[in-house]
């Protein structure tokens, strides 16, 4: 995580730490889990070399965005996966949440369309395994960030909301397409 962010400054992790003072902090999640940052762990307060060239580095906001969507996914209650969910659902997910494996097994499955007895038990049991392996399955955690300030207007002032904006969009068409019209009539001379 980089520091200050949006939400934090340095002294918020190392009150010692100048607040505005540009750092780097690793959150292990998982710290027993091998990772990228090697076998060994990390000592604490090792230091981080970054460049302060943009050209050379990416903007903090995918450090933020990455960093928030590692907590989600640790942190994140179910409570919150079911409200993102249920209020999102038809927007983001109107086939039901699938991951990308889901959604190439499932347009294989309606390929064969053979409703043969022991394909439908193999795919259940396949289906089992995946399951068993990926664990629990909810919305992306990038869908959650991106919902997270909406995740408190009430369904029916969302539903206004997004009608409001397909009809400001319509109607951006229908003088697009007039306006088109109008130059296309004017160009044409009686005879």
């Known amino acids: 995580?980089?520091?200050?962010?949006?939400?934090?400054?340095?002294?918020?992790?190392?009150v010692i730490a100048p607040p505005a003072e540009k750092r780097c902090?690793?959150?292990?999640?998982?710290?027993?889990?091998?990772?990228?940052?090697?076998?060994k762990t990390l000592a604490?307060?090792?230091?981080?070399?970054?460049?302060?060239?943009?050209?050379?580095?990416p903007p903090a906001?995918?450090?933020?965005a990455v960093y928030a969507g590692a907590v989600l996914y640790h942190f994140g209650?179910?409570?919150?996966?079911?409200?993102?969910?249920?209020?999102?659902?038809?927007?983001?997910?109107?086939?039901?949440?699938?991951t990308v494996a889901h959604a190439d097994y499932k347009a294989i499955l309606d390929k064969r369309?053979?409703?043969?007895?022991?394909?439908q038990e193999d795919s259940r049991d396949r289906k089992a395994r995946r399951e068993a392996r990926s664990g629990p399955s909810g919305p992306d955690t990038f869908d959650m960030l991106m919902t997270l300030p909406y995740i408190m207007?009430?369904?029916n002032e969302l539903q206004a909301m997004l009608r409001e904006a397909e009809e400001k969009a319509e109607a951006m068409e229908r003088?697009?397409?007039?306006?088109?019209?109008d130059t296309w009539m004017k160009q044409i001379t009686p005879q």
């Not at 902090?25 to 076998?39: E, M, Q, V, W, Y």
């Not at 003088?175 to 019209?181: A, L, N, P, S």
């Open 1 to 14: 995580m980089q520091t200050p962010n949006f939400a934090m400054n340095t002294s918020d992790i190392d």
């Open 25 to 39: 902090t690793a959150h292990l999640f998982r710290p027993n889990k091998r990772s990228c940052l090697g076998d």
């Open 44 to 57: 604490l307060n090792s230091p981080l070399r970054i460049s302060d060239n943009p050209m050379l580095w």
């Open 61 to 64: 906001i995918l450090f933020d």
């Open 77 to 98: 209650t179910q409570t919150l996966k079911d409200d993102v969910l249920g209020t999102w659902k038809n927007i983001f997910y109107p086939g039901g949440v699938m």
């Open 113 to 119: 369309a053979a409703p043969a007895a022991k394909a």
């Open 153 to 155: 207007v009430p369904p």
């Open 175 to 181: 003088r697009r397409v007039h306006e088109k019209v």
